[in-house]
């Protein structure tokens, strides 16, 4: 095929399933928080099951009146939401779905390329909570700044202990030299990764950056409409690439029976299941607070992934 | 990665990444100059991230794609959060801080200069003939900067890593006060 024609199908392939998935998992959870409450949830927006409910959220959003606040610093305010939503996006084209080259780009340093776009959209509720001119929000901010620093240590260290294994930083590359027995080989690594993303996500039980009863949203109470839509994708986005980046450095990604064909499929059945637990986790477990969590992240979380780390040369040695 | 200078394509006849190369470079001495010159205190740490986005994406057309991940993960993700972390606890108002000067603007732009002269200095003396063909395989993959760091430079690397290790320890003692001290 033309190598540029190649190019955009996969652009857009990126593109298609950066809109479609994050509003599954949000729809998801409408659906699976209101059952575990005895509720319904939506049930009249596209008739079946409210199928379309976030479809008419958006509708709603698009239609409110974007403010920006009198003492807000304008241009920050409205750059905010797209720093905090691109990165997920770009972080996309990286993460292999099926084998054989199902992935948007292959990028030779992919694991480092992930984790620094992940980063970087915390940058965008700091810009939101600092610009809103509002003592909420720029606790929110500060919230979110002291959160990312406790949780990327670990997240870095348990991701190190995959690259370790696999000898390589490229994720194809990771998945290519998978074999089932790492499951239980990084199952510490694992946990680790996938908590310390919650928190980098600010996903209850980590979420004290958005505290609803208590700081009002945040760095977010100052957004109206549209933008306020984007930040709300962007946190939707984040659990599509957690749930993702977990299944494929953890579980296996595409792995499974009959993964020359449906591999894709085992990818995404790994992180519809992560996204669930994501979702069951928030309807489960009362926030943290804010210096718990501190203390959390440095006294438990970084001494179980050195562990990891530690195991993982071990066994590698001795493999080897 | 050391082709003859024979084969030096020229100045004259810039490639497209050349020319990228330069624009971007731009970019990001101007952004570097707002981030400097600029009253608005987190206006200042936000341009820093242009500048320093601007040059992980110069050491990605230079084929060093590892190095400008880990620009990326540690400058921006990292560095520059903690930064604004900073300016967050103090008061960072929004709009201008008229005393956000120094007197010392010129000592300052002395040492800049300097410094910017000898680094300059040092890397055309170090890679006079070298040419890097942006081209063919990448030549700063992963795989070639690790073997790179841990073959040959495996002592500054560890050197390194315990001038680091001196200084978290030392931070970690001046930040410390003891309870009866107070």
Same mark, same amino acid.
């Given at each position: 095929?033309?190598?540029?024609?190649?190019?955009?199908?996969?652009?857009?392939?990126?593109?298609?399933?950066?809109?479609?998935?994050?509003?599954?998992?949000?729809?998801?959870?409408?659906?699976?928080?209101?059952?575990?409450?005895?509720?319904?949830?939506?049930?009249?927006?596209?008739?079946?099951?409210?199928?379309?409910?976030?479809?008419?959220?958006?509708? $709603?959003?698009?239609?409110?009146?974007?403010?920006?606040?009198?003492?807000?610093?304008?241009?920050?305010?409205?750059?905010?939401?797209?720093?905090?939503?691109?990165?997920?996006?770009?972080?996309?084209?990286?993460?292999?779905?099926?084998?054989?080259?199902?992935?948007?780009?292959?990028?030779?340093?992919?694991?480092?390329?992930?984790?620094?776009?992940?980063?970087?959209?915390?940058?965008?509720?700091?810009?939101?909570?600092?610009?809103?001119?509002?003592?909420?929000?720029?606790?929110?901010?500060?919230?979110?700044?002291?959160?990312?620093?406790?949780?990327?240590?670990?997240m870095?260290?348990a991701a190190?202990?995959?690259?370790?294994?696999?000898?390589?930083?490229?994720?194809?590359?990771?998945?290519?030299?998978?074999?089932?027995?790492?499951?239980?080989?990084?199952?510490?690594g694992g946990l680790v990764f996938f908590?310390a993303g919650?928190?980098?996500?600010?996903?209850?039980?980590?979420?004290?950056?958005?505290?609803?009863?208590?700081?009002?949203?945040?760095?977010?109470?100052?957004?109206?409409?549209?933008?306020?839509?984007?930040?709300?994708?962007?946190?939707?986005?984040?659990?599509?690439?957690?749930?993702?980046?977990t299944?494929?450095l953890y579980?296996?990604?595409?792995?499974?029976?009959?993964?020359?064909?449906?591999?894709?499929?085992?990818?995404?059945? $790994?992180?519809?299941?992560?996204?669930?637990?994501?979702?069951?986790?928030?309807?489960?477990?009362?926030?943290?607070?804010?210096?718990?969590?501190? $203390?959390?992240?440095?006294?438990?979380?970084?001494?179980?992934?050195?562990?990891?780390?530690?195991?993982?040369?071990?066994?590698?040695?001795?493999?080897? | 990665?050391?082709?003859?200078?024979?084969?030096?394509?020229?100045?004259?006849?810039?490639?497209?990444?050349?020319?990228?190369?330069?624009?971007?470079?731009?970019?990001?001495?101007?952004?570097?100059?707002?981030?400097?010159?600029? $009253?608005?205190?987190?206006?200042?740490?936000?341009?820093?991230?242009?500048?320093?986005?601007?040059?992980?994406?110069?050491?990605?057309?230079?084929?060093?794609?590892?190095?400008?991940?880990?620009?990326?993960?540690?400058?921006?993700?990292?560095?520059?959060?903690?930064?604004?972390?900073?300016?967050?606890?103090?008061?960072?108002?929004?709009?201008?801080?008229?005393?956000?000067?120094?007197?010392?603007?010129?000592?300052?732009?002395?040492?800049?200069?300097?410094?910017?002269?000898?680094?300059?200095?040092?890397?055309?003396?170090?890679?006079?003939?070298?040419?890097?063909?942006?081209?063919?395989?990448?030549?700063?993959?992963?795989?070639?900067?690790?073997?790179?760091?841990?073959?040959?430079?495996?002592?500054?690397?560890?050197?390194?890593?315990?001038?680091?290790?001196?200084?978290?320890?030392?931070?970690?003692?001046?930040?410390?006060?003891?309870?009866?001290?107070?």
């Open positions: 095929m033309n190598p540029t024609l190649d190019m955009v199908l996969r652009a857009v392939g990126v593109l298609v399933v950066f809109m479609v998935l994050p509003l599954t998992v949000g729809q998801a959870e409408h659906k699976v928080m209101a059952h575990m409450q005895g509720r319904l949830g939506p049930m009249y927006a596209g008739g079946f099951h409210g199928w379309a409910q976030l479809v008419a959220d958006g509708v $709603k959003f698009v239609q409110k009146e974007d403010i920006v606040p009198t003492g807000a610093d304008r241009r920050v305010f409205q750059l905010a939401p797209v720093v905090a939503l691109l990165p997920y996006l770009v972080v996309l084209i990286a993460i292999p779905v099926g084998p054989h080259g199902f992935v948007g780009a292959t990028v030779d340093a992919g694991l480092f390329f992930v984790l620094a776009m992940m980063g970087v959209g915390v940058l965008g509720s700091l810009m939101a909570g600092w610009a809103s001119a509002n003592k909420f929000s720029l606790l929110g901010a500060l919230r979110s700044a002291a959160q990312l620093m406790a949780y990327e240590l670990p870095l260290l190190a202990s995959v690259a370790m294994a696999a000898g390589t930083v490229s994720l194809p590359g990771l998945l290519s030299a998978f074999h089932w027995w790492w499951i239980p080989w990084q199952l510490v908590t919650l928190a980098e996500l600010q996903r209850p039980p980590f979420d004290m950056p958005v505290a609803d009863s208590e700081i009002i949203f945040g760095a977010y109470t100052e957004y109206t409409g549209l933008r306020f839509a984007l930040f709300l994708l962007a946190e939707y986005a984040g659990i599509v690439v957690l749930c993702a980046l299944s494929v579980l296996g990604g595409w792995h499974g029976p009959w993964s020359g064909s449906v591999g894709w499929l085992w990818t995404l059945v $790994k992180t519809g299941l992560l996204a669930f637990v994501v979702i069951w986790l928030r309807v489960s477990y009362p926030r943290l607070r804010e210096d718990q969590l501190q $203390k959390f992240a440095w006294t438990v979380l970084i001494p179980l992934s050195l562990l990891q780390i530690a195991l993982t040369g071990i066994v590698k040695v001795v493999i080897s | 990665m050391n082709l003859a200078v024979a084969s030096h394509p020229g100045f004259l006849s810039p490639t497209g990444v050349e020319i990228t190369f330069v624009l971007v470079g731009l970019i990001t001495l101007g952004a570097a100059l707002v981030t400097v010159t600029t $009253k608005q205190l987190v206006h200042a740490a936000l341009w820093l991230v242009v500048a320093l986005g601007g040059l992980a994406v110069e050491y990605l057309l230079l084929t060093a794609e590892f190095i400008a991940w880990v620009q990326v993960l540690i400058y921006v993700g990292s560095v520059v959060v903690l930064l604004l972390f900073g300016l967050m606890m103090t008061k960072a108002p929004i709009g201008r801080s008229p005393d956000a000067d120094s007197d010392n603007r010129w000592t300052a732009l002395a040492v800049a200069v300097l410094a910017a002269a000898t680094l300059v200095w040092v890397v055309v003396d170090a890679f006079r003939s070298t040419w890097v063909s942006l081209g063919g395989a990448a030549q700063g993959s992963t795989e070639v900067t690790g073997e790179f760091l841990f073959r040959q430079w495996v002592l500054p690397f560890e050197a390194l890593s315990v001038l680091l290790l001196a200084a978290l320890v030392g931070a970690i003692v001046l930040s410390r006060r003891d309870s009866r001290e107070r």
